[in-house]
């Protein structure tokens, strides 16, 4: 679906509009000034401030020129906004752009004030289940599975 739930909290149809619309002041106009972004993947590209939330989506949208976003699954918990994202595009070199994963966000009076940030962009090229939990152990047969 491309639109939340009905009860949905109204910034993540906000949100998911100037996404799609491309409207990078009204995506901006979604997160507080003091926006705290956690990324427990990826700790270094954690983040604080609205500011960068501008310049990263300044570059997504040039780099993905067609972009769409959709948000399949959502639940809310008092304050916490749960979200599973897909979005999709085609980068100026012609090669798919697909990201999907979970977000996990705080919400005050109907500004995003936080997110858990679990969103990953999809690959095809790393093997089944047993060669992914191989390299993960470090137990990986082809010295080269390790990444």
Same mark, same amino acid.
């Given at each position: 679906?491309?639109?939340?739930?009905?009860?949905?909290?109204?910034?993540?149809?906000?949100?998911?509009?100037?996404?799609?619309?491309?409207?990078?002041?009204?995506?901006?106009?979604?997160?507080?000034?003091?926006?705290?972004?956690?990324? &427990?993947?990826?700790?270094? *590209?954690?983040? =604080?401030?609205?500011?960068?939330?501008? %310049?990263? +989506? !300044?570059?997504?949208?040039?780099?993905? &020129?067609?972009?769409?976003? *959709?948000?399949? =699954?959502?639940?809310?918990?008092?304050? %916490?906004? +749960? !979200?599973?994202?897909?979005?999709?595009?085609?980068?100026?070199?012609?090669?798919?752009?697909?990201?999907?994963?979970?977000?996990?966000?705080?919400? !005050?009076?109907?500004?995003?004030?936080?997110?858990?940030?679990?969103?990953?962009?999809?690959?095809?090229?790393?093997?089944?289940?047993?060669?992914? !939990?191989?390299?993960?152990?470090?137990?990986?047969?082809?010295?080269?599975?390790?990444?």
């Amino acid at each position: 679906m491309d639109r939340p739930n009905q009860g949905q909290l109204p910034v993540l149809q906000r949100l998911l509009e100037a996404m799609n619309a491309h409207d990078l002041d009204a995506m901006v106009a979604c997160f507080a000034d003091d926006y705290v972004n956690e990324t &427990p993947a990826h700790p270094q *590209r954690g983040f =604080r401030g609205s500011a960068q939330v501008r %310049t990263n +989506w !300044t570059q997504i949208l040039a780099g993905v &020129p067609n972009l769409r976003a *959709r948000v399949p =699954r959502s639940a809310v918990d008092g304050g %916490t906004l +749960w !979200t599973e994202w897909d979005i999709t595009g085609t980068r100026p070199d012609g090669t798919a752009f697909l990201m999907r994963g979970v977000v996990i966000f705080g919400i !005050t009076d109907q500004a995003i004030t936080s997110a858990r940030f679990y969103l990953e962009p999809v690959e095809e090229t790393s093997g089944d289940v047993d060669a992914h !939990t191989r390299r993960v152990v470090g137990t990986a047969a082809n010295p080269k599975e390790i990444s």
